[in-house]
């Protein structure tokens, strides 16, 4: 009897019972995907259509082909606006990357216990946490060439003054440093999460084999913090990318242009004030898009080598 | 909820206005709906955008008038959308080649009826401006001068006096860098400021029709007498007449150099002189000239940008709109909202009487009387947004650079091959 009672009780099982396991973590997975395959996969594609059109905003789109391409092209080879905005987002990739080390090298720093370090580390996070527009403010003033504190300071070495902000020379610098003031932050407070996880036997032994100072970090903590320093490394790179607030505050672009980046000329010129060429501002976030596009691969397929170890 | 006030205040101005409705048409009663959206932002401009529509509310008890008003920045973009989306009846913008692409996508409506008669004689001064292809397109209601503000003081202690040309103008500049000062103040961070000097020196150099064939994209860039114009131009930076590092000032943070004596004018809208009082300077200190002639065989020409009126093609209660905009460019509401505690600019009714504020009164005669030329909007409203961006970014590049003028010159004729198709 009992033999029989088996198989029936598994007849009546429904089909949501017999697949719940496989079923639940896609219905839970579904309204992400959908959303996000309409507000981040579908502008994608739109984007690219849109790239190959002529359109103000307003009137009928107009087909041009790979035209606005070959304009950006062309505004390359004659070092127009398209160069120093590629330009300047290479300067931004490589030198905001100095917010890795330094904000390790804060986060050694402040690893230790003495009295209010909590308070401390706090401190040192602050700038992270308040908007990038007050950070663009504050050096916009610090900078000020008739009143900045950089230009005082300067002074009591009878160097300077420098026009940080209106000189084509040092502005994108003078907004890196902006920019790194914050990211450093972030950069610290990965490193701090991850020193705690670091693991004392570990460092007791390395100690035992007398290893020291630099050694010790080096071959020792820093293997620990890989997982800490790639994170750092993506939200360092994708946060140089799209650099666009503190040079909006800070300059808008300027002194004539020569601050701009490839996100701030997209916005510039498909939605400002003077823009309005839709087309082309996509074909500049098209080429943007294929930059990202390189890095985000990259993470994504060392985060995969990852899994699968 | 004024609703009873406006009523009551109705009732009294309804009895009184009968005789005057028999002839103004515009008092007829109207009724329905009037949704306003509009760019005052700023304290006073706000004050005044609220207080017409209070007035004309009163005059017209049962109509139901909806205002909102918009950050003037952000009202820059955001028209695009309200504009084809859901329009309002009545919209804020800008004269000349600035309402072009709204006019040209057919999203503003025509509205020269509104001219014919008295109103275009009225409004003479400001017709050109609001006219495109023919037709007229929207009102204006306020226009301010363009000048050289200076500081009197400084020109006394000097014995110095207002200019009459370009060979006393580079003298008085002279100097005032003598005296350890500099002759002009400028904050060029947001482009736009060092387009005024462009508009006068080009309008000097080679007169207004030049420099509106210029503006609208008929002479190359690469002219001659373009480049007679920054070779004037170059002679001021080669005096080094420019206050240092003025790439990294907006006009706002240009005028305490004014107000400290390190400079001793700025070529700016008559809307500089509220900042500058403000600071400190009264008229004993604060004064006023035109722009002088450089060419001799040029007529002065002026920039006074206009602030407009439009009724949106799309809009659902045009009667109504037509009625305000009658309401807003009449002599008496010109007078009332251009006076010196309300917008303090110009009126645009000839009808209208003028503040008697010294600047205000000096800049309506200067337009009225001394600018045969003919009256520019400024160059970022006569030329095509997209090409005063790249000629201002030219023009500030020009300032820092002076000797790359070829190249800038020929990558602004590169943009205007491809703009003015």
């Known amino acids: 009897m009992t033999y029989a009672a088996v198989p029936q009780t598994e007849i009546k099982r429904s089909y949501w019972q017999r697949n719940q396991q496989t079923l639940a973590p896609m219905l839970f997975l579904a309204p992400a995907v959908l959303f996000f395959v309409f507000y981040v996969i579908y502008p994608v594609f739109q984007s690219f259509n849109l790239s190959l059109y002529e359109w103000d905003g307003l009137g009928t789109k107009e087909y041009v082909g790979l035209r606005n391409y070959e304009d950006l092209y062309y505004e390359y080879i004659d070092r127009d606006a398209f160069y120093t905005s590629l330009k300047n987002n290479v300067i931004w990739l490589f030198l905001y990357l100095l917010a890795i080390p330094a904000g390790l090298f804060i986060a050694l720093f402040l690893n230790q216990t003495v009295t209010g370090i909590r308070l401390y580390k706090s401190l040192f996070f602050f700038p992270f946490v308040i908007s990038q527009v007050v950070v663009g403010l504050v050096f916009t003033w610090f900078y000020d060439p008739a009143f900045g504190f950089l230009n005082v300071f300067l002074g009591w070495f009878g160097a300077g003054p420098i026009n940080m902000l209106g000189d084509e020379r040092y502005v994108t610098y003078g907004v890196i440093i902006a920019g790194l003031w914050p990211q450093t932050a972030y950069c610290m407070i990965l490193y701090l999460t991850g020193l705690n996880a670091v693991n004392p036997e570990q460092i007791e032994a390395g100690r035992l084999d007398g290893a020291k100072g630099l050694r010790m970090l080096w071959h020792v903590v820093l293997p620990q913090l890989r997982p800490a320093t790639f994170i750092a490394f993506v939200v360092t790179i994708i946060g140089a990318l799209r650099s666009f607030d503190l040079i909006s505050i800070m300059t808008s672009g300027g002194p004539f242009g020569s601050s701009r980046v490839l996100a701030y000329y997209m916005f510039e010129v498909a939605l400002s004030e003077y823009g309005f060429r839709m087309g082309y501002g996509a074909a500049i976030a098209v080429v943007l898009f294929a930059i990202m596009m390189v890095f985000i691969a990259y993470f994504l397929w060392s985060m995969y080598r990852e899994e699968k170890r | ?421």
């Open chain 2, 1 to 421: 909820m004024t609703s009873l006030k406006s009523k009551l205040l109705a009732a009294i101005a309804g009895s009184t206005m009968l005789a005057g409705a028999a002839f103004a048409d515009g008092h007829a009663k109207l009724s329905g709906d009037l949704v306003i959206f509009s760019d005052m932002s700023n304290p006073a401009p706000r004050a005044v955008m609220e207080g017409m529509v209070d007035r004309f509310g009163e005059m017209h008890p049962d109509l139901n008038i909806e205002l909102t008003i918009i950050d003037r920045e952000a009202y820059k973009t955001q028209i695009r959308n309200f504009l084809t989306a859901e329009a309002p009846d009545v919209a804020n913008w800008y004269a000349a080649n600035r309402m072009r692409p709204y006019v040209d996508a057919g999203l503003f409506e025509d509205v020269s009826d509104i001219w014919e008669g008295t109103l275009s004689e009225e409004l003479a001064s400001t017709k050109g401006a609001m006219t495109l292809d023919g037709k007229q397109w929207g009102v204006p209601y306020t226009y301010y001068q363009w000048g050289v503000y200076y500081r009197k003081d400084i020109y006394e202690e000097l014995g110095l006096s207002e200019p009459n040309n370009w060979e006393e103008f580079k003298a008085n500049c002279q100097a005032i860098l003598d005296a350890d000062k500099k002759c002009f103040t400028l904050g060029s961070k947001f482009l736009w400021t060092a387009a005024g000097w462009f508009d006068y020196l080009n309008m000097r150099t080679n007169g207004y029709d030049f420099h509106a064939a210029l503006t609208n994209g008929e002479v190359e860039w690469t002219d001659d007498r373009v480049k007679a114009t920054f070779a004037n131009w170059k002679e001021l930076l080669d005096m080094d007449a420019f206050i240092d590092d003025h790439t990294a000032y907006s006009w706002q943070e240009s005028l305490p150099f004014m107000t400290n004596g390190d400079a001793a004018a700025i070529l700016k809208g008559n809307f500089a002189v509220a900042p500058l009082r403000e600071a400190g300077l009264d008229d004993s200190k604060l004064d006023f000239h035109q722009f002088p002639a450089i060419n001799g065989d040029v007529e002065l020409a002026e920039d006074a940008p206009t602030d407009t009126f439009h009724i949106p093609a799309n809009a659902q209660n045009k009667d109504n709109a037509r009625a305000f905009l009658k309401f807003v460019t009449s002599a008496e509401n010109q007078t009332l909202i251009n006076a010196g505690d309300a917008l303090g600019q110009l009126p645009v009714n000839n009808q209208s009487s003028v503040d008697d504020d010294k600047f205000l009164q000096e800049g309506f005669e200067m337009l009225s009387s001394n600018s045969p030329g003919g009256v520019a909007q400024f160059f970022d409203r006569d030329a095509p947004a997209e090409m005063a961006k790249v000629a201002m970014e030219g023009f500030q590049e020009f300032m820092v650079k002076p000797d790359e003028l070829d190249r800038i010159l020929s990558k602004l004729e590169r943009a205007r091959g491809r703009i003015y198709r």
